[in-house]
T-cell receptor, first 113, second 115 residues
């Protein structure tokens, strides 16, 4: 059974600092997704990582995937308040007729001025 | 842009009521999903469907059923609502095949409270 773990669960950081969110998963998969959720809102897709060594960047966020280590990271550079949200990683589970996504528990990021 | 809509943003029901949550997507996606989201538990898959009239159980199907009579519409049914079904319910859809990388697109969510 595929399990996805994120850490930390909660991250309070100051504006201008750098930090990394980690996403570990338990069985082989080569597709990993990062989503953002603002309070009271739905999930918005940030990145789709499709292969080992994939790296994608958008603004102050950079995501990478190491399929051998079964690890993805979401790195935040010089955080700003607008990045405050909950971030989820999700891993493709190829069992069955449809590719499901298994989600981590989410990381609540609070960027303090 | 893909648009996934859900019939209600907020819903309050009483224990024992039958509850229908509706989801509609406008991008001709084959796959549709229902999740519930609870604090500290992330998103958990209730049911999904990969074609009209086809459905598969997710991780937590107990107490729920689904209906997919048309490709664009996927309904979640709580046959007899209970207080432990108070949650945020999220619908999502995705394309079959590699072109869309199985990326799921989410609706705005329905916050259901069962009293």
């Amino acid at each position: 059974e595929l399990k996805v773990e994120q850490n930390p669960l909660f991250l309070s950081m100051q504006e201008g600092k750098n930090y990394t969110i980690y996403c570990n998963y338990s069985t082989t998969s080569d597709r990993l997704y990062w989503y953002r959720q603002d309070p009271g809102k739905s999930l918005e897709s940030l990145f789709v990582l499709l292969s080992n060594g994939a790296v994608k960047q958008e603004g102050r966020l950079m995501a990478s995937l190491d399929t051998k280590a079964r690890l993805s990271t979401l790195h935040i550079t010089a955080a700003v308040h607008d990045l405050s949200a909950t971030y989820f990683c999700a891993v493709a589970d190829y069992g069955g007729a449809t590719n499901k996504l298994i989600f981590g528990t989410g990381t609540l990021l609070a960027v303090q001025p | 842009d893909v648009k996934v809509t859900q019939s209600s943003r907020y819903l309050v029901k009483r224990t024992g009521e039958k509850v229908f949550l509706e989801c509609v997507q406008d991008m001709d996606h084959e796959n549709m999903f229902w999740y519930r989201q609870d604090p500290g538990l992330g998103l958990r898959l209730i049911y999904f469907s990969y074609d009209v009239k086809m459905k598969e159980k997710g991780d937590i199907p107990e107490g729920y059923s689904v209906s997919r009579e048309k490709k664009e519409r996927f309904s979640l049914i709580l046959e007899s609502a209970s207080t432990n079904q108070t949650s945020m319910y999220l619908c999502a859809s995705s394309l079959i095949g590699s072109g869309n990388y199985n990326e799921q697109f989410f609706g705005p969510g329905t916050r259901l409270t069962v009293l």
